[in-house]
């Protein structure tokens, strides 16, 4: 906490003509963001700077307050705080996870700025109190109305009011919930407010909701609802789900999406786990373990790859490409997706690289089988096509492959 003096010398630090001192300032407020006066003079430092290096610092630590001493300050900023502030306290609000916090957060959770009303939700549904319900089912629900009529910068605000609040709503567990996130699941176009709605389905384990998660896994043209947004990581969500809700019907779907090969293998891996789950008359018995390899987006699964898989592949293949007692393979690599929105690319470049000179083609079948048997298991494959070839700045070959998920 500040002292009166200490107080005192960083508030004249704060109207210094130096920017190194104002940061400095700045930097001791942050360590004392308990402060509720601290909070209050990051507030106004915010203000004051606007987008300058001090304005950033101190929005940053206005975001990483956690300690319930700050609530109070933040409550007053989330009220009467420019969009970027309310953002940000409302984002320490959530992670403090004071009980307290919730009727401010509910308020914000019906600004007219997009982020706010994102961040608000996002917070609710981390302090899961079912006193929220009912605001955070209808600012959903008037999100997916929003979104069929409004274009441009208002149609990501309201995206991400949908995409926070269907999440929220599952962590909060509360059945009221069920009937709009159906409602958004049937109608909502955006794949990942769709994926979100039948997660927390799952979650609220309300048997009201088979139905819709059954015809998400069935043919889309026959689905009762928009059918744009059921993409496979739509469908494992919904396979998922119903592995948490469970009974006869449940188990009866699952089982045959485990049988229709023109679904994705993630969807049928992730309804074999299922039923995995569900005991003796299709009762959830266990719960989600960490995410599996053949769910994971194309960026994640390249990370994968390079923790778990490249390693043993490239010992492999060394040991495959050998002339005169030596290996002519001398790295690898995975390729992309680079971008935000490359979740749901479901194609990676796989790069071996050869030293110069080397004459990898007459091994090219074999390389292809070793790519195969390590990318079996997290459920990826190769593409069919020829390699690309492209110099690497060692002076030797990058031969690339296209990986895509089965």
């Not at 963001?33 to 203000?47: F, G, K």
């Not at 989330?78 to 984002?91: F, M, S």
């Not at 997706?337 to 090219?364: K, S």
């Not at 070793?370 to 690309?388: C, D, F, M, T």
Request: net charge positive.
């Amino acid at each position: 906490m500040l002292s009166f003096v200490a107080r005192l010398r960083v508030k004249g630090q704060l109207k210094s003509p130096d920017i190194s001192v104002r940061s400095k300032a700045v930097e001791a407020l942050a360590r004392n963001a308990s402060d509720p006066a601290a909070v209050r003079l990051l507030v106004i430092t915010r203000n004051k700077e606007g987008g300058n290096g001090v304005g950033d610092a101190a929005l940053k630590a206005l975001e990483s307050v956690n300690d319930a001493r700050a609530v109070d300050a933040l409550l007053e900023s989330l009220r009467d705080g420019t969009a970027e502030v309310r953002c940000a306290t409302a984002k320490s609000l959530g992670n403090i996870r004071d009980p307290k916090s919730v009727g401010g957060l509910c308020a914000a959770a019906k600004d007219a700025n997009g982020q706010v009303r994102w961040a608000a939700a996002a917070a609710l549904g981390n302090i899961g109190d079912k006193r929220a319900v009912n605001v955070l089912s209808e600012a959903l629900s008037t999100s997916l109305t929003k979104i069929k009529e409004t274009h441009k910068e208002e149609l990501v605000g309201w995206c991400n009011t949908a995409l926070a609040t269907s999440k929220a709503l599952g962590q909060i567990g509360d059945k009221r919930a069920t009937e709009v996130l159906v409602r958004t699941l049937r109608e909502g176009s955006d794949w990942q407010i769709k994926r979100n709605s039948a997660t927390s389905l799952g979650q609220l384990k309300d048997v009201g909701a088979t139905d819709v998660l059954v015809e998400a896994l069935g043919d889309r043209q026959n689905f009762k609802g928009n059918a744009h947004g059921i993409t496979w990581e739509v469908q494992a969500a919904a396979a998922e789900a119903l592995g948490h809700i469970g009974g006869p019907r449940a188990t009866e779907a699952l089982t045959a999406v485990n049988a229709n090969t023109t679904l994705k293998e993630a969807v049928r891996r992730t309804a074999q786990e299922a039923l995995n789950r569900l005991g003796p008359g299709g009762a959830s018995t266990q719960q989600t373990g960490q995410k599996k390899p053949y769910l994971m987006s194309g960026k994640e699964m390249a990370a994968y790859l390079h923790k778990n898989i490249l390693g043993v592949m490239l010992q492999e293949i060394s040991r495959t490409c050998q002339k005169d007692g030596a290996s002519y393979c001398s790295g690898m690599a995975v390729e992309g997706p680079t971008n935000g929105y490359a979740i749901v690319m479901d194609q990676l470049v796989l790069a071996v690289e050869f030293t110069r000179g080397a004459d990898w083609r007459p091994q090219q079948k074999a390389l292809q089988s070793i790519i195969n048997q390590h990318l079996a298991e997290p459920g990826w494959r190769l593409v069919n096509a020829y390699p690309a070839e492209e110099p690497s700045r060692n002076g030797g070959v990058w031969v690339k492959f296209g990986i895509e998920r089965k």
